[in-house]
Structure formats: C-alpha cells, structure tokens
C-alpha cells in the first residue's frame, strides 16, 4: 500500500520556465491527499527558490530541497540539513576565487553569490528564479562565517571547467546543472538518503513510497521506493532504471501514472 508520494519540482511538476503545477497533477494530488497519503517535494532548489504555486497549491507536507542537503517542514521550517564542513567550503572558495570562477554558495535560507554577481544572475536567472531572490556576497565573501556552513556550490566556469574539481575534492560530488553550470554537494547527501531519513521518522518504510522525476539526479528517488516512475520527457538513463514511464509533464504524466497504478 503506498502511503508517501514524492515528486522531483522542475519538467516533474512544472513545466521548465513555466509558475505553475500542470493542472492534470494538482488534480491527482488532492485526490491522493483524501485518501490521508503524504505528499513530499523533492528538488534541487532551496525552499525559498521554489515555485510560489508548489508551496500554495501542492503544500507539500515535507519538502526536500538542495539535491538532498536539507529538509524543511510544510511552511520552510528547517527540520534537518547536511551542510560541507569548513575545511571544504574554505577549500572551494578559495580555488572559485582565484580562477574567477562565477559562483554562489547555497544556504537553507538563500543562495549568496561571492563572485561576478552580474555574471551569475544573468546567467542563472534565464529561467524560473528572479535576480531579486538572489543576494549578492561578493564584498565581502563572509556569509559562512555570519549564519552557517554552505549545503552546496553553485558555479560557473568556461567550459564547465569546474566539474574536474572533482579530482581535488573526495568528499564532494560535482554534477552538471541547468543552463551551462555545474553544482557540487556533500557526497554523502542526496535525495533519497534524506528521503530515507525522513520516511524513517514519519514509520513509512521505502517500499511503501512512490517517486517521480526526470533526471538524473532522481536515480535515487526512483530506484529507493517501491514505485519509481520517470515522466515521459525524462532523461534515458532515468528511464532504465524506473519501473515504469509515464507520458510527458505536459501530457498528464502523473494524473496517468497514478491511474495506471490505481492510487486515484
């Protein structure tokens, strides 16, 4: 019996470059929610950077946000996080700085950029997330230091020159991200270690959970629970390891898979 479902945010419940939830999903997920099962957002954007409409109209009863890094309560609360340890963020900022490498540090509350503001907004901000949630650090490089350690690194670099810091960093894992970026975490964290954690505390074990999403930094997601469904415009290597493919976001994707497995 399945009693959580979790949902990846961006081409999983909302289109790319689009506000709002596909209407089919909000109409299957209200039905779910009748039937008392948890609803769970899991994303690689921080709760602020979320999509007003998910949080008003999805209201989500957790959400796991930073690729796994944190986990907050239906109204943002911070319940858990995993942030990088000092050596490491003073490791990478040093080595971003020094090779004029664009990037901002990823927190609970916010994303602060310590180098090329003008850079990295005009970049990261093509999509979705405005430039006036972002907040520029890069005076004085010291956010860290004030409020906590970083859950994650966002950085730019010519030729994602970036992702061969992987070679200087065992603990960290690097991964391309949207719009010719590339982002790095703890390689202890992801979405579905903090999904387990969090399954964990609310006595609902990984079989009885149904996932969604459609890239590859849902693997975990799918392959965990006991449902792993990839959306039809999903990556190929999401759709190998799924256990079944649903239509396109746009194409009622998850109202059809939730049919399909007589959940509503």
Do not use: W
């Not at 609310?202 to 890239?215: K, P, R, T, V, Y």
Request: with cysteine; charged share 30%; hydrophobic share 35%.
């Amino acid at each position: 019996m399945i009693k959580a479902l979790v949902f990846d945010v961006d081409d999983t419940l909302v289109k790319y470059g689009k506000k709002y939830v596909e209407e089919s999903a909000i109409e299957a997920i209200n039905l779910v929610k009748e039937k008392g099962i948890k609803i769970i957002v899991a994303t690689g954007r921080g709760y602020k950077f979320l999509h007003q409409d998910v949080k008003d109209r999805v209201k989500a009863d957790y959400y796991i946000t930073v690729n796994g890094a944190c986990i907050n309560s239906v109204d943002g609360t911070t319940v858990k996080c995993y942030p990088m340890s000092e050596e490491t963020t003073d490791k990478l900022l040093e080595i971003c700085y020094q090779r004029g490498y664009s990037f901002g540090f990823k927190f609970d509350d916010s994303l602060q950029v310590y180098v090329d503001f003008p850079y990295f907004t005009s970049h990261y901000c093509k999509g979705a997330i405005r430039k006036e949630t972002i907040d520029d650090n890069s005076e004085t490089r010291d956010y860290h230091l004030t409020y906590m350690l970083p859950l994650g690194c966002f950085i730019y670099s010519p030729e994602k020159e970036a992702m061969k810091l992987q070679e200087e960093f065992d603990n960290l894992q690097f991964f391309s991200a949207y719009l010719h970026g590339c982002e790095c975490l703890r390689k202890d964290v992801n979405k579905g270690k903090a999904l387990k954690k969090l399954l964990k505390s609310l006595n609902i074990s990984l079989q009885e959970c149904m996932a969604f999403g459609d890239a590859d930094n849902d693997k975990e997601l799918l392959e965990m629970c006991g449902i792993g469904v990839c959306m039809g415009n999903g990556s190929a290597s999401l759709k190998k390891v799924s256990d079944y493919v649903t239509a396109d976001i746009e194409e009622d994707g998850i109202y059809s898979a939730l049919k399909h497995f007589d959940i509503i």
